[in-house]
């Protein structure tokens, strides 16, 4: 089975084909960082017009790569949501008109399940059960996941996602956008415990986590350095001391909530996902977890792609085949119908 796989949920463009025999055949990606640099954020009718521009370029770029045509392709995969309506609304509308065209299945897909899943597209792969920590730019969850679309939430965060606290924070630090990833490499500068960071519900003894108090105290932080120098700004080795002392304390949050959410279910192997899963002090930190098999995606398989979405989309495939016609559900709630619907 050959899936094509479309995500264009923010500002990355990512098609890709999984062949659920040989594995990834071709990933291409277009970002829009550039384009909304000048803006400092993701200016969602420039993100829409972009994607759809990019989705038949790289399409063919895709078959090209894979030595593939379009009648090879068994079935078209596409993000469903969350995300930017209009951006979300360019590759659904893509999808759908190549699979009328190619008369061949086309498959939505849950953006967060893309990520939870992208592990299993390394060369290590996870086994169920285990606990997914997903850090993407909008969402901090952790989930039981027990097989493909058995997926329990254990907790989340309560206001700003991990991802949106290094991206704000990142703003006020005065870092181009998108702040997360340069934030993360000024850390790797900086000292540590030049500044004191809350920890916030590192000890609410559940699963939920709040970041939106950190940036707050990144900004009291800055205001008093700027007042203690006259009103100067901050040199570039405060702003550096200031980004570790940032990374740190996520890392430390995320570090102890995942430990619970092991303890917690009594897994031992841990899936690390989502945009944020690419810092490096966090991979380091929980991969040196002791008695945890940690697993993350490829580096280049961390933010935003269309091969989760294709690799999501075949396992869709596999399992509604598998289901069969005589695999009746005597008991059977109508919200587990939503959570599997195809
Ligand atoms: O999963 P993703 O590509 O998009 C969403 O689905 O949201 O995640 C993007 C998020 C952004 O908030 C970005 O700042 C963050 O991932 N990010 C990082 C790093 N690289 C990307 N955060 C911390 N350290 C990084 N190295
Ligand atoms: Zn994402």
Not at 35 to 45: D, K, L, N, S
Not at 115 to 134: I, M, N, Q
């Amino acid at each position: 089975m050959l899936v094509l796989g479309i995500e264009s949920s923010c500002d990355e463009t990512g098609v890709a084909l999984y062949d659920s025999e040989h594995g990834l055949l071709a990933h291409q990606l277009h970002t829009q960082m550039a384009m909304h640099a000048e803006y400092g954020g993701v200016v969602p009718e420039l993100a829409s017009r972009d994607h759809i521009r990019r989705l038949v370029p790289l399409t063919r770029a895709c078959l090209q790569e894979a030595d593939k045509d379009y009648a090879d392709i068994d079935a078209i995969a596409f993000t469903q949501g969350p995300g930017l309506g209009g951006a979300l609304l360019a590759g659904a509308a893509y999808a759908n008109a190549l699979g009328f065209a190619l008369n061949k299945p086309v498959i939505p897909v849950h953006h967060l399940e893309g990520h939870l899943l992208s592990p299993l597209l390394g060369d290590s792969r996870p086994e169920f059960p285990f606990v997914a920590l997903l850090v993407s730019g909008g969402h901090s969850q952790f989930m039981a996941v027990r097989g493909i679309g058995d997926y329990t939430l254990l907790g989340e965060s309560v206001d700003d996602a991990a991802g949106e606290a290094f991206d704000k924070t990142a703003k006020l630090l005065g870092l181009p956008y998108p702040g997360g990833a340069k934030l993360a490499e000024l850390a790797g500068h900086g000292r540590a415990d030049a500044f004191a960071f809350p920890r916030p519900m590192l000890h609410s003894g559940d699963l939920n986590m709040s970041f939106s108090g950190l940036k707050t105290a990144v900004l009291t932080a800055v205001n008093k350095v700027k007042v203690e120098n006259d009103g100067a700004d901050i040199d570039e080795a405060t702003r550096c001391d200031i980004c570790r002392a940032f990374e740190d304390a996520v890392v430390d949050v995320l570090a102890a909530k995942a430990e619970l959410a092991l303890h917690q279910t009594g897994f031992q192997r841990l899936v690390v996902a989502g945009g944020v899963g690419a810092n490096r002090k966090l991979r380091a930190r929980l991969g040196a977890l002791k008695g945890v098999d940690t697993y993350f995606p490829p580096l280049s398989l961390c933010t935003d792609n269309g091969a989760m979405i294709a690799f999501a989309g075949a396992m869709h495939l596999a399992q509604a085949q598998q289901a069969g016609a005589f695999d009746v559900k005597p008991r059977w709630p109508l919200a587990e119908r939503m959570q599997t619907m195809v």
